[in-house]
């Protein structure tokens, strides 16, 4: 039986969506969607672990949907206040006994994990991000000491701060006492430099964080460095492994930061929990009645998921070793943006799901086909605690998500479809996108990514964390985040859109491995993507009609394409171990996956296991081989026979 919901209940939650939507309480009805009233799914997301925080109440991913109203939350509650079982997501309701003790990486964190040992193609040393903010007016004589007392403070107060990653895969949080556990910002003065000096330290400080980011397996996960320039300017500069800080992590460092620097006496909330309570509370989840519903419903519908869009390659992935990713960058002005926020609303759909729409048009046309699999990078937090939006930690997720933009339909309608489509598959995250890419990869017998095209949205997120970026960071000046510089490393990624808000603009990115592509055709692509999101700000684009490819899927044999490269093509007679090295690595596999191995083309992952689990397999492989086995090599052949004979070839 549906309990009523009390007028306190939806009191309290028409003021969160006050707080969110910066509306006054009296302009959000009860019937009216959050959609409609500005909200996006990022600040759904927000708005259950608020909601959480006042009421005790944990709402289901598939319960806060982006056009929910405040009537619909306000029962959703009152059931759960009558009766708690009904609920999905279970709260953090103690902390770990040893707040020290290594806890598990996350599924995404893994495979950032074994692509710094070189495990995928478009792998690299080190994922991560980079970005550098202008700097005015800043205090020559104090910046360096404020940011080195504000980022000790910080990394006192943020766990995640202290977070390393020990050779087996797993991460762990130093204690405050331990030797380095703090970090400590580098300075770089060049205020009596000539300009001539200037530009070339700077290309080449530049240069060394794109391309050697931090990692901590030997260190901390970031590293922040402050050049100090002529005019009482300078530059912050920060570098982020994305094994321990998703996008969310970055703006609550940065802002965070900045308050610290700006006020030597500011004290922020403590924080409740800590990373490892969040990573064994998302474990604790395996086995739910919820998660369990989920895995079921991904399984039963990935043999239906359709390959990733066919762009046409100029080389094959496994032959490059990318340095950094290109990007190319178009910004809408407030005033467009602002008009697009509108007309998004009117059209019922999401800011996000509009560009996403538009990326799913440009990939079409590209490609030659309509219907393809898209990955899609989520915040992945959980609200399974107040604090785990406060938290800086590796916790996104990625979404595998199908498009199919069909022939003869306005782009409205399009969009409209695609926020369907996005909706019903986010209301199943309790399994991430990662585990279900393995299930993929493994009934279609590749080891190959399959799902190298990605879209990213961080729209709201200011909203969300319930404030824009600071712009005023005591002595080390003001902060002129509009003029940022950045570069982005990410594996097992070819071609990237990001869309995220700065300075009241909307920016749209492209990040990709050049040398996969022909770069007109890059060229060609990102001038369509700003062509539809520029049609949709100023109106007629909604009603257009894309011209689309007929063609459902691939067309087979139009050369090098990503979605239909080689495998390995690699077979090995049935048997028994064939010789001393098969049978080690056969013993090796038994030791680690608890499964007899008998013969000698049983397949690693097939038996059970996981990269994370064969990074741990190779170590231990390095010990009793006479040569060892390279992370690609294993991940290309992972049977016993093919093990043995990268063993002998390297």
Excluded: K
Excluded at 162 to 191: E, H, I, S
Excluded at 588 to 599: A, I, K, Q, R, S
């Amino acid at each position: 039986m549906t309990a009523p919901p009390t007028a306190d209940h939806t009191a309290e939650i028409t003021t969160v969506w006050s707080e969110l939507l910066d509306l006054p309480p009296a302009e959000i009805p009860d019937d009216v969607g959050f959609l409609a009233l500005g909200g996006d799914s990022v600040l759904a997301v927000r708005m259950s672990a608020l909601i959480r925080q006042r009421l005790g109440v944990a709402l289901g991913l598939a319960e806060v949907r982006v056009d929910t109203t405040v009537g619909e939350i306000a029962a959703l509650v009152a059931d759960r206040v009558s009766d708690p079982s009904t609920g999905s997501l279970p709260a953090i309701t103690r902390r770990r006994a040893d707040p020290h003790a290594p806890f598990a990486l996350l599924p995404l964190q893994q495979g950032y994990f074994v692509g710094q040992q070189d495990g995928w193609e478009l792998s690299y040393a080190s994922a991560h991000y980079y970005v550098d903010y202008p700097l005015d007016g800043i205090d020559g004589d104090e910046a360096a000491e404020a940011l080195t007392d504000a980022l000790e403070r910080l990394a006192r107060r943020q766990p995640g701060l202290r977070a390393r990653v020990d050779a087996d895969g797993r991460q762990y949080v130093l204690p405050t006492g331990a030797p380095g556990a703090l970090p400590v910002p580098t300075v770089l003065d060049l205020r009596d430099a000539a300009p001539e000096e200037i530009e070339a330290r700077l290309a080449a400080l530049r240069n060394l964080m794109n391309v050697s980011g931090p990692d901590p397996v030997s260190g901390p996960g970031l590293d922040i460095r402050l050049t100090l320039l002529p005019g009482d300017a300078g530059l912050l500069h920060g570098a982020f492994s994305l094994l321990l800080f998703d996008g969310w992590s970055a703006g609550v460092l940065t802002r965070e930061l900045l308050a610290l620097a700006q006020d030597w006496n500011a004290v922020l909330d403590p924080l409740e929990i800590d990373p490892g309570d969040y990573v064994e509370a998302v474990g604790a989840l395996r086995g739910t009645r919820g998660r369990t519903a989920d895995r079921d419903w991904w399984w039963e519908r990935i043999d239906a998921l359709p390959a990733p869009p066919a762009l046409p390659l100029v080389v094959d992935p496994q032959e490059v070793t990318p340095t950094v990713m290109q990007h190319r960058e178009f910004r809408l002005d407030p005033a467009r943006w602002a008009a697009l926020r509108t007309a998004c609303r009117d059209q019922r759909v999401t800011p996000a799901t509009a560009l996403l729409t538009a990326f799913s048009v440009v990939l079409a046309r590209w490609s030659g086909h309509r219907r393809m699999m898209l990955n899609s990078l989520q915040t992945g937090r959980l609200p399974l605690h107040p604090d785990v939006h406060r938290m800086i930690g590796g916790f996104a997720t990625t979404m595998l998500l199908p498009v199919v933009p069909e022939t003869g339909a306005s782009f409205a309608e399009l969009a409209r479809s695609v926020q369907r489509t996005f909706a019903e598959h986010a209301a199943h995250m309790l399994v991430p996108g990662v585990e279900v890419a393995r299930e993929v990869g493994r009934r279609r017998g590749t080891h190959r990514p399959v799902a190298p095209v990605v879209f990213q949205s961080t729209i709201g997120m200011d909203a969300a964390m319930g404030s824009p970026l600071p712009s005023e960071a005591g002595p080390l000046g003001r902060v002129r985040a509009g003029d940022y510089t950045h570069h982005l490393r990410t594996p097992q990624v070819a071609l990237e859109t990001r869309c995220f808000e700065i300075d009241e603009q909307l920016v749209l990115v492209f990040s990709l491995v050049a040398e996969l592509f022909v770069d007109d055709e890059v060229a060609a692509a990102f001038a369509e993507l700003v062509e539809l999101a520029t049609a949709l700000a100023d109106g007629p684009g909604w009603d257009a009609v894309p011209e689309l490819p007929e063609a459902l899927d691939p067309v087979p044999g139009e050369g090098l394409r990503i979605g239909a490269l080689p495998g390995t093509g690699r077979t090995h007679a049935p048997g028994p171990p064939a010789d001393g090295a098969e049978q080690t690595v056969a013993e090796v596999f038994e030791d680690f996956l608890e499964v007899p191995v008998l013969d000698r083309t049983v397949h690693f992952f097939t038996a059970g296991g996981d990269s994370l689990l064969a990074i741990r397999v190779l170590a231990r492989l390095a010990a009793e081989l006479d040569h060892p086995v390279p992370v690609r090599a294993f991940l290309a052949d992972p049977t016993v026979a093919g093990v043995a004979a990268a063993g002998r070839a390297s």
